[in-house]
């Protein structure tokens, strides 16, 4: 692959924060041991006293799980080099700033989102309907579906496009981010068995937990074994780069048949150009599936503002956006779910995304202004 200088910075530091995690991970815990050195004498010795949740114990057990959470991310990175960038050295890391080590824990946690048991209920939430409507929009035996092809922008960590390239369809997931590309591509490519490793998706965190045990927790990583299902005849692949810049032009014009969207459309900072660029690869009568909510990722991102000023559309807005540029919506309903929620905390974020099939016609449609 080759990248420009910032692009080639960036992907350094994403490689670097997933070797530096170990570090990362056992220096919040010895923080962690520092301030419980700072309390009171009497405040230290009644909590040293329960002896079913001795609090330096469970601090050396969360050791132990950043140990093996490290193993995995560690893995990633070294996977990726020889793909995404060969002259990385490994012995001469950058600094990597704590933001990108929180997106690596964050990377680890969104792991259990796609490829545990843990999250199935999730997953039957907001993928499962897409699936559903992918098998009765083209049935099985009046289609070839390895001549449908249908993209997914925003794909994360791979699993709904996976779960659509294993039903026989051709299909191709779109990610910008490196974290996202890495894990997927270890995912994808790069495990053997289910259950082959277990993370600890929640160390990271002290708050809302009703026991240790509970912020321990092991996941259990993969739920199923992607190249069992990749290996027989599915076409499936990964397209690296920005929705916009990389379906946007002429060369894309027409290429899918169905574009898949699930809590993505969101990430716009102008939500109408998502539209354009899903309507300018789509055939003509191809369909564009929906599910997800409208949390603006960039509403209160001031730095961005001020280049680049962003547009939050509600509903109602962008169905009259998408009815004016052609898009006939076939079924539109909601549904409730967590993401990357745990059902063990005292606290879980619940969306209400929608989910809609909806139409392009593209012939005898005067151009949207916006
Ligand atoms: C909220 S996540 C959803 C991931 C996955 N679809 C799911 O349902 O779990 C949104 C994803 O879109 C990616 N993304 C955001 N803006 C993008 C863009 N302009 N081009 C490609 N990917 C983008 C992010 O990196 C992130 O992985």
Redesign the pocket.
Known sequence: MEYDEEEEKILKQVLSAFFLYRQYGHTLIQQKRKFMSQLSFDHKDLLLQDTDNNFLKHLSRLDDCVKQNSVVAEAIAKAGIPVFYPSFDVNNLPHVSNEMMQKVSSTLK?LT??WSEESVDERQA?YVPILQELDSLFPLDSNDRSQIHILV?????GR?AFDIAAKGFSCQG????YF?LLTSYYMLNCVSSTSEFAIHPYIHSFSNHVTRDHQAEKVAIPDVVPAEYLNHGAFFSMAA????EVYGDKTSENRFHVVVT???ID?AKNVLSYLDVIKNCLVDGGYWINMGPLLYHFENDCASQHENPTIELTLDQLFYAMDSMGFNVLKHESTTTSYMGDKRSMLEWIYHPHFWVSRIQKANLQQFVA
């Open positions: 969104q989102r796609d907001t922008p925003g794909s994360g960590l709904l779109n990610e910008f981010s996202m780069g920005d929705f916009l699930c809590f993505f990430t």
